[in-house]
């Protein structure tokens, strides 16, 4: 009976305490995208932009999530580290073959989904910058300052995986 069982979760693709798909465990989702547009800095200044995000998920062999963020611009940066249960502007969770990231602003918020083939060996990436109604998304830029977006589009998603923990022995 025991071994039946062991099976019918094998095959039924058996997940951790916390919800992650056995084939995502010990692994390292990298997911990047471009962002770019135009927008209004605090002091009213115009100005344009060309981002590149990357997300980084280290699920662990406990089914446990690590986020690392980075935004990168022509002349700056900034990112953070989000640990299980810590909300901090951005979570993400695992849903059957998806990792599905959320992030809020202070106007607006962004969705990216990571989803993943059978084996857990490849997966494909789309992203969605999002304002509610008629308002404008706010939100800070890789120098850390507030801007207002008259215009967002992203592009150029990817998504890698691989075995073992990336921040391991950073």
Known sequence: MTRLIVFLAAMMGATSAFGAPAGLLDKTITMS???SGSGTRADGT???FSNINTRVVYVSSAGRTFLRKEVRGKKAAR???VGPGEASGG???LQGNRLIGAETFASGARQYVATF???FSSCTLSVIDAKAGGAKIKRKGP???MYVLDSVSTGS???SIQSGNAFAGR
């Open 33 to 35: 995208w471009s962002t």
């Open 46 to 48: 115009n100005v344009s």
């Open 79 to 81: 990112g953070a580290d």
């Open 91 to 93: 979570s993400v969770s």
């Open 117 to 119: 083939d059978s084996g």
């Open 143 to 145: 120098d850390g300052a």
């Open 157 to 159: 998603p990817s998504c």
